[in-house]
């Protein structure tokens, strides 16, 4: 397994401006997460599919962010009009429903700065 | 809903010296998964020690071992001949089993420093 990979790995934008990050999963992970994690703090549970069902979003998820997974591969986490109280590290993880305990691989991450 | 609190910020090791992260959890479930995971800095977050609260017997990893209390909520991470690859962030989280919600709830972390 070539582990979990996020692109890109930083992005800084202005307030206002919409961006959009990628997550591919391990290979044969059925499952795919998003959690943001700000400074000092655990990470936050977003969003997760299986296959390219989204099962579940947290109530952090406003109007102004969407994820897709459309063929139940890689996932896309795109966030419009950007505040400044979304920069956060974004971080993606997989799993294997096959797995007794379905344990979350996670990524290196996404660094959103908003100015 | 379920919590998780880790109420050392940080702790600090001798090099080959023990260390124990201390973690306890809040939830009216019976059946469910606790994990301490490590974010070495500007690294991504590895799983270290995982453990299913139905198993009485506590996980072991090498050098690494939790002291998992179902009754008091606890569930400590113990780390021997500490070194200093493992200094990082320790996160505990928590995840519901069969029938709930599939995120991982985590703790505020501690951040151990080990000490040459």
């Known amino acids: 397994d070539t582990g979990v990979s996020q692109d890109p790995r930083h992005k800084i934008t202005k307030r206002g401006q919409n961006v959009t990050f990628r997550c591919d999963p391990i290979s044969e992970h059925n499952r795919l997460y998003w959690y943001r994690q700000t400074l000092g703090q655990g990470p936050e549970f977003l969003t997760y599919?299986?296959?390219?069902?989204?099962?579940?979003k947290s109530r952090l998820l406003s109007d102004r962010f969407s994820a897709e997974r459309p063929k139940g591969s890689f996932s896309t986490l795109e966030i419009q009009r950007t505040e400044q109280g979304d920069s956060a590290m974004y971080l993606c993880?997989?799993?294997?429903?096959?797995?007794?305990?379905?344990?979350?691989?996670f990524g290196p991450g996404t660094r959103l700065t908003v100015l | 809903a379920q919590t998780v609190t880790q109420s050392q910020p940080e702790m600090s090791v001798q090099e080959a010296e023990t260390v124990t992260l201390s973690c306890t959890y809040d939830t009216s479930e019976s059946d469910y998964y606790l994990f301490w995971y490590k974010q070495p800095p500007s690294r991504q977050m590895i799983l270290v020690i995982r453990?299913?609260?139905?198993?009485?017997q506590n996980a072991t990893e090498n050098r690494f071992s939790v002291n998992f209390q179902k009754a008091a909520k606890s569930f400590s991470l113990k780390i021997s001949d500490s070194q200093l690859g493992d200094a990082a962030m320790y996160f505990c989280a928590y995840r519901s089993a069969w029938g709930g919600s599939e995120k991982l709830v985590f703790g505020k972390g501690t951040k151990l420093t080990v000490n040459p």
């Open positions: 453990q299913e609260a139905y198993k009485q």
């Open positions: 993880a997989s799993s294997r429903l096959a797995e007794s305990t379905d344990t979350q691989y």
């Open positions: 599919f299986q296959n390219e069902a989204q099962l579940e």
